[in-house]
């Protein structure tokens, strides 16, 4: 059973760096074709993706985010990390980490970041 687990502060101020990890266990993240990401879901809107790392490393961001963004990984301790800079109130969201390996999905639970101004 593949599980996600996200960690991280739940308070983040203005302009600072957001940093999330996310913890797999019982997968692999460089499972061939697998591949982890980060999505997000502000309050009253949709689900938000952010970008993903592949199995071999390479990276996709999301355009309106990119320049923000960077996602790495530690594979010795199975975990990928989400970094978005110059953070603003307009960043407040749940962070979702997700993976696809083997054809299915894989959510972790969530985790709250408020970024106050």
């Known amino acids: 059973q593949v599980q996600l687990q996200e960690t991280g502060p739940g308070l983040v101020k203005s302009s600072q760096t957001l940093s999330l990890t996310c913890t797999v266990s019982g997968g692999s993240i460089t499972s061939i074709y697998s591949y982890w990401s980060w999505i997000r879901q502000s309050p009253g809107k949709g689900l938000e993706w952010i970008g993903y790392i592949g199995h071999s490393g390479s990276t996709l961001y999301n355009p309106s985010l990119k320049s923000r963004t960077s996602i790495s990984r530690d594979t010795s301790k199975s975990q990928f990390t989400l970094q978005l800079s110059s953070v603003t109130p307009e960043d407040t969201a749940v962070y979702y980490c997700?993976?696809?390996?083997?054809?299915?999905?894989?959510w972790g639970q969530g985790t709250q970041v408020t970024v106050s101004s």
């Open positions: 997700y993976g696809k390996q083997a054809g299915v999905d894989y």
